[in-house]
């Protein structure tokens, strides 16, 4: 069955910088964009990116442009998102979105705290 | 962007009583493929969402017939025919006829 791992918890400091991988097994990699959503807690859902593992084409948000890139690595069926400038609002559940909107990864904690 | 509006925000209901959950968006999700990009989720503490209804009302695999999911262009709907205890949690609609992706701000179910 498809299957989304993504990394461990982070902890940042204001101003740095942040990368989350998202490991995809069950289905071809190459086949379905990726696509990026974080939580704040308790908050709603925002969408942050997208991502085509096969071109490596990528669609980022407006309010994250200039600050996020989502790449991959087809070799290994990963994709990675990293948040540049990080400030406390960043701090979120981020999570990586699979084939068809169905499969989402379990989550990564990113804080940013001083 | 699309902007997405759940109403209620939040739900006590009686298990074995019906609930329902409107979503409406400012333009209509159908696509020009036939597609109308709407989706339900739920979301409980600690987990990502989990998907019930996709493209409107098509029950995703696993999930249980008493969910259903209606309505076309911009007004839809989730209903719940007799909610039990493991239904609570926080519900979200969402588009992806066009990026970005945008959800409905989530509607909490409670048991009574």
């Known amino acids: 069955q498809v299957q989304l791992v993504q990394s461990g918890a982070e902890v940042k400091k204001p101003g740095a910088s942040v990368k989350v991988s998202c490991k995809a097994s069950?289905?071809?990699?190459?086949?379905?964009?990726i696509n990026w959503v974080r939580q704040a807690t308790g908050q709603g859902l925002e969408w942050v990116g997208s991502?085509?593992?096969?071109?490596?084409?990528?669609g980022y948000a407006q309010k994250f442009q200039g600050r996020v890139t989502m790449t991959r690595d087809t070799s290994i069926s990963t994709a990675y998102m990293e948040l540049r400038s990080l400030r406390s609002e960043d701090t979120a559940v981020y999570y990586c979105?699979?084939?068809?909107?169905?499969?989402w990864g379990q989550g990564t904690l990113v804080t940013v705290s001083s | 962007d699309i902007v997405m509006t759940q109403t209620p925000l939040s739900l006590s209901v009686t298990p074995g009583q019906p609930a329902s959950i409107s979503c409406k968006s400012r333009?209509?999700?159908?696509?020009?493929?036939?597609?109308?990009?709407l989706y339900w989720y739920l979301q409980k503490p600690g987990q990502p969402p989990r998907l019930l209804i996709y493209?409107?009302?098509n029950r995703f695999s696993g999930v249980p017939d008493r969910f259903s999911g209606s309505g076309s262009g911009t007004d839809f709907t989730l209903k719940i025919s007799r909610v039990e205890a493991e239904d609570i949690g926080v519900y979200y609609c969402?588009?992806?006829?066009?990026?970005?992706?945008?959800f409905g701000q989530g509607t909490k179910v409670e048991i009574k």
């Open positions: 979105v699979g084939p068809a909107t169905i499969s």
């Open positions: 069950g289905y071809t990699f190459t086949s379905s964009d």
């Open positions: 991502m085509n593992p096969n071109s490596g084409s990528t």
């Open positions: 333009q209509s999700l159908l696509h020009t493929d036939g597609k109308t990009y």
């Open positions: 493209e409107v009302s």
């Open positions: 969402m588009q992806s006829i066009q990026v970005p992706w945008t």
